[in-house]
């Protein structure tokens, strides 16, 4: 694992380094990602066009490793930049999950835009509440509060959701609902996991 993150590392570095000379500040490559995923959204919920949609979430993404990528080559690293990236993640996150509400999804169980709130309310948003307002109310400190994991975090929740996105258009898009499904009984887990972790800090 941490030679993976090394060169995860590594890879960023050198993605900074190439394009710290492009006139744009971090925050603006993250103000960019943003603009990006809205594009995204539109087209998904405006044209059904889920994988054009998909490619420019993608590129969104990129934009958004790029923002960190190019403040550290520029040694422009600022508490409000990783603040504004943050944010920025959650929007782009649920303008994703908010645009497919537009498209004919199956129904399992209930109607699939459930689905999709779950994901956004039990999955974007609470873990990432409840390290906050843990860290907020004192109850941990800021470095136990940026150690709580948890089973499903952003990138497991974001793999999950993206390979069964890809077995839908591949071959059924109840497979995607299903993804989502995983996602909310995961990310539930992952959220009483935290709140177990604040009550119990050496758990």
């Known amino acids: 694992m941490m030679k993976q993150d090394e060169g995860l590392k590594g890879i960023q570095g050198a993605i900074g380094k190439a394009l710290a000379f492009i006139p744009l500040t971090p925050n603006q490559w993250t103000i960019l990602s943003l ?23 993608v590129i969104a993404a990129l934009f958004d490793m790029i923002d960190g990528a190019v403040a550290r080559a520029r040694k ?13 993640d959650r929007f782009v996150e649920a303008i994703f999950l908010f645009s497919l509400m537009f498209v004919p999804l199956p129904s399992i169980f209930v109607d699939a835009k459930i689905w999709l709130a779950l994901t956004v309310f039990l999955g974007t948003c609470m873990p990432s509440f409840v390290r906050a307002y843990a ?19 952003r990138s497991e929740r974001l793999g999950i959701i993206i390979i069964g996105l890809a077995a839908g258009l591949a071959i059924s898009m109840e497979y995607f ?7 909310c009984v995961l990310s539930l887990i992952t959220v009483f996991q935290r709140i177990l972790a604040v009550y119990h800090p050496k758990v």
Do not use: P
Not at 41 to 46: K, R, Y
Not at 135 to 153: D, P, Q, R, T
Not at 177 to 183: D, G, N, P, Q
């Open 76 to 88: 422009e690293v600022s508490a409000f930049g990783g603040f504004l990236d943050g944010v920025v």
């Open 177 to 183: 609902i299903y993804a989502l499904m995983l996602v």
């Open 135 to 153: 860290e907020h109310k004192g109850v941990v400190s800021k470095e136990k509060a940026l150690a709580l994991g948890g089973i499903c975090e």
């Open 35 to 57: 603009l990006v995923a809205l594009a995204a959204g539109a087209v998904i919920a405006l044209q059904y066009n889920i994988l054009l949609g998909l490619i420019l979430f």
